[in-house]
């Protein structure tokens, strides 16, 4: 291999690592793991917390359980985006 396709692996190699390091390890030993974008036990257990507060809410009407079903059921979906919008520390300001 050229010296040039060699850097560009190890570029590579240095991103796949710090992107996510748990799946880099795992492909380093052998026995590969799920990516990040496929790890989704912690959403599935946030919205069915969620939900089950929601309807316990509705059931006995308890404004708070409503809201925090609510909450951690919204909070559940968005765990569920595999790519969630990348900050850079920079605040975006709206063009007026």
């Known amino acids: 291999m050229p010296q040039s396709d060699d850097k ?3 570029d ?4 796949f690592e710090q992107d996510d390091p748990r799946f880099a390890r795992s492909m380093s030993s052998g026995r590969p793991t799920r990516p990040r974008e496929y790890r ?3 959403a599935w ?3 069915g917390i969620g939900l089950v507060l929601l309807t316990v809410g509705l059931i006995m009407p308890d ?3 409503i809201a925090t079903g609510l909450v951690l059921s919204g909070i559940g979906v968005q765990l ?4 969630p919008p990348q ?3 920079r605040q975006r ?3 007026r």
Do not use: Q
């Open 63 to 65: 404004g708070l359980l």
């Open 80 to 83: 569920f985006d595999p790519y």
């Open 93 to 95: 300001h709206s063009a």
């Open 87 to 89: 900050t850079d520390g």
């Open 45 to 47: 257990w946030v919205l």
């Open 40 to 42: 989704r036990a912690r």
């Open 12 to 15: 590579l190699a240095a991103r």
């Open 8 to 10: 560009h692996l190890v």
